[in-house]
């Protein structure tokens, strides 16, 4: 038994130690509304702004949508994805639109690709 508690021990220590080089995707903060072009951004975690170049950013494929049962209107192609520096200094990923949103619930994935890996999240919004 005790063995066994040693094991998950390390085995959850190698795991999380693993975990704190990794990229991270935080929560979405919308600063447009209703009938408006979209915009917004959404925190990085773990990356440093110089890194900012070798990260791409997009709208996740038709395939990744289907794969976790999630519709992927035509509108949503307009979003573009673009990873910038807040106000504050922090890492980002700016979303926006050239087209007002007319639909007052966007869910979309984003599709995130560094040098050590890949990540898809889900994102929904509700525009007031």
């Known amino acids: 038994m005790f063995r066994k508690l040693k094991l998950a021990v390390a085995v959850s220590l190698a795991l999380m130690h693993a975990g704190v080089w990794a990229l991270g995707l ?24 110089d ?12 395939e990744d949508f289907a794969r976790v049962g999630v519709d992927r209107p ?26 007002a949103m007319r639909e007052p619930y966007l869910n979309f994935m984003v599709e995130v690709i560094w040098p050590k890996g890949r990540m898809v999240r889900e994102y929904t919004v509700l525009l007031d």
């Open 26 to 49: 935080g929560g979405i903060h919308t600063k447009s509304g209703l009938n408006q072009n979209f915009s917004a951004e959404i925190d990085l975690v773990s990356v440093n702004p």
């Open 74 to 99: 035509f509108h949503l192609t307009k979003l573009r994805f673009r990873p910038d520096v807040s106000a504050t200094g922090q890492p980002i990923i700016r979303v926006s639109s050239s087209d």
């Open 51 to 62: 890194e900012l170049d070798t990260i791409k950013i997009q709208l996740a494929s038709p």
